[in-house]
């Protein structure tokens, strides 16, 4: 039977919706608790909805009894002080899963790239039901950072780099793309995560805002790209080296996450 998609998302695996105005709302994500999470790179999460409501980030997969990433619990404690954020991850109608907001520390473009993964949002999803994606707000300002997928994990000209200023609003196939996030910056970037199920409504929320299935990347000097392949590939090899040692074949990313 397969799983309900969305037109407009298959065409390139992601839509930019209209900007947000970000700045008319309070800075609610720097009063909402924070757990350690280790995603790509150096981050914490700030959990809004889990699989029981608790306080904790973990794939919905892993509890018991094992679900898939939807009909995710507020957490009450988080969004007492976040009504705007729940309210943003609600105004779609689309069925929840994982939400919550990503704290990630400045990073280089190679170790970006090393960072890449892809999501494992539909473990245990139905056969039949919709698609989970995940849509990213960017909450901080950072127009200088970007969200970068890649079709091929191996091959830089399926690049995407989509910059990050606050208001972004990205929905994402995760599953997908290889992806993680260039931060550049001095203090830390904050992006609201929510996992949604594809549907009806997920699908007219994406027209009312005038997703678009294409952009401009960001723009990188050859060099500064070239550089940035190098420093990737060597981080990999030498990540298959130090597990080859153990006697571990890598089987490459499998994060969850980010
Ligand atoms: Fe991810």
């Not at 904790?56 to 619990?73: I, L, M, S, Y």
């Not at 191996?154 to 990050?164: A, C, G, K, Q, Y």
């Not at 929905?171 to 830390?188: M, N």
């Not at 940035?228 to 996450?257: N, T, W, Y």
Request: glycine share 6%; aromatic share 10%.
């Amino acid at each position: 039977m397969g799983y309900t998609k969305i037109d407009v998302m298959n065409e390139t695996g992601y839509v930019v919706l209209d900007m947000y105005d970000q700045a008319k709302d309070p800075k609610e994500w720097l009063d909402i608790e924070y757990v350690d999470w280790k995603s790509s790179g150096v981050t914490r999460f700030a959990p809004l909805a889990s699989a029981f409501g608790e306080m904790e980030c973990n794939g919905f997969w892993n509890h018991t009894p094992p679900r898939t990433d939807k009909d995710g619990v507020w957490v009450q404690a988080n969004t007492d002080v976040a009504p705007i954020l729940k309210k943003r991850a609600e105004e779609p109608g689309a069925n929840i899963g994982r939400c919550r907001v990503i704290e990630l520390q400045p990073n280089e473009y190679g170790d970006a790239l090393y960072n890449m993964h892809q999501d494992d949002n539909n473990r245990l999803n139905p056969d039949g039901t919709g698609w989970i994606v995940r849509g990213f707000f960017n909450l901080s300002d950072n127009p200088d950072s970007m969200m970068i997928l890649r079709e091929d994990r191996f091959d830089p000209s399926t690049e995407v780099r989509i910059p990050l200023p606050a208001g972004a609003q990205l929905i994402v196939d995760t599953q997908r793309f290889w992806h993680a996030v260039w931060h550049q910056g001095t203090e830390p970037r904050y992006c609201l995560i929510t996992s949604w199920e594809s549907g009806p409504e997920l699908d007219a929320y994406i027209a009312k805002h005038h997703g678009k299935t294409r952009i401009e990347n960001y723009p990188v000097t050859p060099e500064l790209a070239e550089k940035a392949e190098a420093h990737f590939r060597r981080r990999v090899d030498e990540r298959a080296a130090a597990l080859a040692a153990k006697g571990i074949v890598d089987e490459s990313v499998k994060d969850p996450e980010a």
